[in-house]
């Protein structure tokens, strides 16, 4: 059972926008530490999508966007490519667990 | 460009021990906090341990705690991780990370398999 909660998976048309959640609690989000984004193709290393909460690393499209609003976060979407089919990762910091903690990971698919 | 390169994996016995190692180049490795972070096959990532850009301070998750040990030698810019008493649940590939502003993740190694069977 991961500390952030994550849908198994969502799904989506071309074109269109999806979002995903990460819920957290009082020791983690709502604590107030950032959350970060994590892209992972099947067989390859997760590569940072978001970090900071909204923020996106040289080269990420702006397609993709973050939030964060009390104990949640969310990855926004837009735009939705072939190429986005993916799992998505959510990661913060737990100051019961003292350590950084991970969502359990939420695959996309593109319809 | 940043490159983290695991080494050190393979298959072992239950109650054994593993070290696995990930050598860095394409940056100043002595200013940069390291984490092992782990991904058992066909489930999510697990933080796994960090240890601070001076080597002053080591965390680990609970899962781990008392029987893995992270370490790095500036001199080499290298970082390791020995684990001990290792148990199936410890199968995974075991990523090298590199750390920034104590937040989040910014490189990922390729990781290296561990696979803990009889």
């Known amino acids: 059972q991961s500390v952030l909660t994550q849908p198994p998976s969502v799904s989506g048309a071309p074109g269109q926008r999806v979002t995903i959640s990460c819920t957290g609690s009082s020791s983690n989000i709502g604590a107030g530490y950032d959350v970060h984004w994590y892209q992972q193709f099947p067989g390859t290393a997760p590569k940072l999508l978001i970090y900071?909460?909204?923020n996106r690393p040289s080269g990420v499209p702006d397609r993709f966007s973050g939030s964060k609003s009390g104990t949640s976060a969310s990855l926004a979407i837009t735009g939705l490519q072939a190429e986005d089919e993916a799992d998505y990762y959510c990661?913060?910091?737990?100051?019961?667990?003292?350590?950084?903690?991970f969502g359990g990971g939420t695959k996309l698919t593109v319809l | 460009q940043v490159q983290l390169v695991e080494s050190g994996g393979g298959v072992v016995q239950p109650g054994r021990s593993l070290r696995l190692s990930c050598a860095a180049s394409g940056f100043t490795f002595r200013n940069f906090g390291m984490h092992w972070v782990r991904q058992a096959p066909g489930k999510g990532l697990e933080w796994v341990a960090i240890i601070w850009y001076d080597g002053s301070n080591k965390y680990y998750a609970d899962s781990v705690k008392g029987r893995f040990t992270i370490s790095r030698d500036q001199s080499k810019n290298t970082l390791y991780l020995q684990m001990n008493s290792l148990r199936a649940d410890d199968t995974a590939v075991y990523y090298c990370?590199?750390?920034?502003?104590?937040?989040?993740?910014?490189?990922w190694g390729q990781g290296s398999l561990v696979t803990v069977s009889s």
């Open positions: 990661q913060s910091y737990d100051t019961s667990l003292s350590g950084r903690v």
């Open positions: 900071g909460n909204n």
């Open positions: 990370v590199r750390d920034r502003d104590n937040k989040y993740f910014d490189w």
